[in-house]
């Protein structure tokens, strides 16, 4: 069998964990990995954290544009388009980022 080099761990691809680090639940899975389970959880957790600060980013954001920008029609229009541009570019950050850190 061909060794998968874009494996998290392409040395140890053959050790096998017993037991899921995070949740101690019985389950067989490649070492460094966790069930299931525990990466549902950490995906919604990081969701709804995401979505929380994307929000209170986004009115910051907004409360300035709409302080800062003149009345003019295109400016409002290209500087809505850029707060909601910032509150999904803030969402993906903010869950990339925590899932990094809650695995
Ligand atoms: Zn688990």
């Known amino acids: 069998m061909l ?12 050790l096998r964990e017993q037991e899921c680090p995070r949740c101690r639940r019985p389950v067989d899975l490649p070492l460094g990995e966790i069930c299931t389970p525990c990466q549902r959880d950490i995906r919604r957790r990081t969701a709804r954290i995401a979505r929380i600060v994307a929000l209170l980013s986004t009115v910051i954001v907004g409360a300035y544009v709409l302080l800062r920008v003149p009345a003019d ?6 500087s809505g388009a850029a707060v909601a541009i910032w509150y999904l570019l803030t969402n993906l950050v903010v869950r990339r980022v925590l899932r990094e850190f809650l695995t």
């Open 73 to 78: 029609p295109t400016a409002r229009l290209v």
């Open 3 to 14: 060794r998968q080099w874009n494996s998290r761990t392409p040395l140890f691809g053959y």
